[in-house]
């Protein structure tokens, strides 16, 4: 029943990495945000990933071990100070002319990005290849 | 099962598909900080399943050995996974594939019987 296990082990980093690319593109969609309902600039957000213990729907039944599944264990809220740009026409502009914008690096967000698109393929690799060998065994009755 | 040989690739594709939830977890917690590359001895597992009495328990997870560790902590190499990813996969392949042969020559010999 190993290899059941396996899919949910995929699908659980595949749903994390979404989770991380969904954070990342919300990051540059408010690269230039300046209110926010908090108050003050948008702030970058990043993710944080823990290692879960999956269990497969059955596995109360089959008593089987577990695996090391991952999850989003956590949003976090860049704390850096927000960029000062000098725009005395900007209508969030403060007394001295300046406006507070997210601190925010593209080339970084894309360097994630990348990379949680990658961790994904990776996933979806690991579960084909392991949906061949539960095909595979199947067709041993064959 | 019907014959050692049978029980023995039986023995070799319940290793490769526990070798496979490791590598299935190496690769979802590729981003994951403090994470450990997870596998197991597969010579020494495969060893005590075949020479061990009946029963033996589940292959002891390790941590891998070897491996640079990013500064978050996490040891994880994308290209090892994927080579033990298709590496997996293609010895469970031959195996199910030799278990099949056994099955197919005990089939035979029961329908040749038949017309004898």
Not at chain 1, 13 to 33: D, K, Q, S
């Amino acid at each position: 029943m190993s290899l059941f296990t396996s899919l949910q082990v995929s699908a659980s980093g595949m749903a994390a990495e979404r989770a991380r690319a969904e954070v990342l593109v919300e990051n540059m969609a408010n690269a230039e945000t300046t209110r926010t309902p908090e108050g003050g600039p948008y702030r970058r957000k990043d993710v944080v990933f823990s290692s879960d213990l999956q269990a497969s729907p059955f596995s109360a039944v089959f008593q089987n071990e577990l695996a090391q599944g991952v999850r989003v264990a956590d949003v976090t809220t860049d704390d850096r100070p927000p960029e000062m740009r000098y725009m005395p026409g900007h209508p969030d502009a403060d007394s001295n002319g300046y406006v507070a914008f997210p601190r925010m690096n593209p080339a970084e967000e894309m360097v994630d990005l990348m990379n949680a698109s990658r961790s994904y393929q990776g996933n979806v690799a690991a579960m084909s290849a392991v949906k061949d060998m539960i095909t595979k065994s199947i067709d041993i009755m064959k | 099962m019907i014959d050692p040989t049978t029980t023995q690739l039986a023995h070799y594709m319940d290793l490769l598909s526990a070798r496979q939830k490791l590598v299935t977890s190496n690769m979802a917690n590729a981003d994951t900080p403090g994470y450990q590359t997870q596998d197991i001895d597969f010579q020494f597992e495969f060893m005590s399943l075949v020479d061990g009495p009946q029963g033996t328990p589940p292959p002891q997870t390790i941590h891998a050995q070897g491996l640079v560790a990013k500064p978050d902590g996490n040891n994880v190499s994308l290209d090892r996974e994927a080579r033990l990813l298709s590496e997996n996969a293609i010895r469970f392949n031959v195996a199910s594939t030799l278990v099949r042969g056994q099955l197919k020559a005990i089939r035979s010999a029961i329908d040749e019987g038949k017309n004898g």
